[in-house]
């Protein structure tokens, strides 16, 4: 069974820093992509970054480019989300997924 986990979220100021994880299970890690997606309230579930864990590369989302880092450590079947420079509009739940399976999201607040 595919499980992703996710943590790491919390309540932070504008301008603070976040790192979510993604703990995945049940699946070769290796083989896939992964990625972080988050939704406010109010709003539709947008794609923020993914990594293919095989080759390492990236894509993030314009709108955190610059502040967030993905990474993965294959040793750990974990993925990360490094968020710098947090702003307001960043607030969300933020989820992990896979193809075919999400984790149950993680909720970040930035107060300004």
């Known amino acids: 069974e595919v499980q992703l986990v996710e943590s790491g979220g919390g309540l932070v100021q504008a301008g603070g820093s976040l790192r979510l994880s993604c703990a995945a299970s049940?699946?070769?890690?290796?083989?896939?992509?992964i990625g972080w997606f988050r939704q406010a309230p109010g709003k539709e579930r947008e794609g923020v970054s993914c990594?293919?864990?095989?080759?390492?590369?990236?894509y993030y989302a314009d709108s955190v480019k610059g502040r967030f880092t993905i990474s993965s450590d294959n040793a750990k079947n974990t993925v990360y989300l490094q968020m710098n420079s947090l702003k307001p509009e960043d607030t969300a739940v933020y989820y992990c997924?896979?193809?075919?399976?999400w984790g149950q999201g993680t909720q970040v607040t930035v107060s300004s």
């Open positions: 049940g699946f070769t890690f290796d083989d896939y992509a």
């Open positions: 997924t896979t193809p075919g399976s």
């Open positions: 990594i293919s864990v095989s080759d390492g590369s990236t």
